[in-house]
């Protein structure tokens, strides 16, 4: 505990990562968010939140030039009663190809987060990266605790999201991707079978729901997103 609090600086959570790992943060996260007439599951909320992300419309690419496969999200947000959820707010955060979120690259840099507000209808879309897996940090204190009880430091490949909205517990979430070879044996313990998405991976020439040219290969998935009231 003492070796993890002195790593840990704004960018590097490593006591995030320690409870994360240990379990401690999923099991905290079970109780304090009680299933509740569909409200969409609850995950672990990772170590590479960043406040002040950038503001992105409907439909813009939030990777900012960030490599990976090119993946369009879309859904919506409701509450439990299926009404939509006008202005919601969604803040959504990824690791790139090669397992590294923003705060691993040069200080100042911002590429795979960004957030945005859901429509008049609560439907959301943007442009994102396809997950992939990627270990955690694992040269610090918790990658020596992996090891030394044979440990994978891997996590599934996921997609973050934080949705509020006024009246509604916020919620923090990720989606993975159905087939990830990961899958159940992620390292923090955050893959629920709800939150398994299928990433339909469209071939090159595809036309894309906006038009965007795409040379390769692109993927789309579908995450229509339920909010509990605040409260329960």
């Given amino acids: 505990l003492t070796k993890a609090g002195h790593i840990t600086d704004e960018v590097r959570q490593e ?29 672990v909320f990772g170590p590479f939140f960043v406040e002040d992300s950038p503001a992105i419309e409907l439909g813009d690419d939030l990777a900012f030039g960030a490599p990976g496969e090119p993946c369009w999200v879309e859904g919506t947000v409701t509450d439990t009663d299926g009404t939509p959820l006008a202005g919601a707010l969604i803040e ?25 507000s859901s429509a008049a209808d609560g439907g959301y879309r943007f442009w994102g990266l396809t997950p992939t897996p990627y270990p955690i940090p694992d040269d610090g204190p918790v ?11 891997l996590r599934a490949g996921h997609l973050h999201f934080m949705v509020s909205h006024e009246g ?27 939150l398994i998405k299928r990433f339909e991976r469209q ?4 036309p894309t729901p906006d038009g965007r040219v795409i040379d390769g290969t692109w993927s789309r998935v579908r995450f229509d997103i339920v909010l509990a009231p605040k409260g329960v």
Avoid: C
């Avoid at 590429?111 to 945005?116: D, E, I, N, P, S």
């Avoid at 605790?145 to 430091?153: E, F, I, N, Q, T």
């Avoid at 509604?168 to 899958?183: K, M, Q, S």
């Fill in 15 to 43: 006591f995030i990562l320690l409870s994360d790992t240990l379990g401690a943060s999923m099991q905290t996260i079970n109780v304090n968010n009680q299933a509740y007439k569909g409200a969409t599951e609850a995950t």
């Fill in 92 to 116: 959504v955060w990824e690791a790139d190809e090669d397992g590294l979120y923003d705060v691993q690259y040069e200080a100042g840099k911002r590429a795979g987060r960004a957030h945005l």
């Fill in 143 to 153: 990658g020596k605790m992996l090891d030394a009880v044979g440990r994978s430091p």
């Fill in 168 to 194: 509604a517990r916020t919620l923090v979430t990720h989606i993975f991707p159905e087939g990830d070879p990961i899958g159940r044996k992620d390292t923090v313990f955050g893959v629920k079978d709800s």
């Fill in 203 to 206: 071939p090159a020439g595809t």
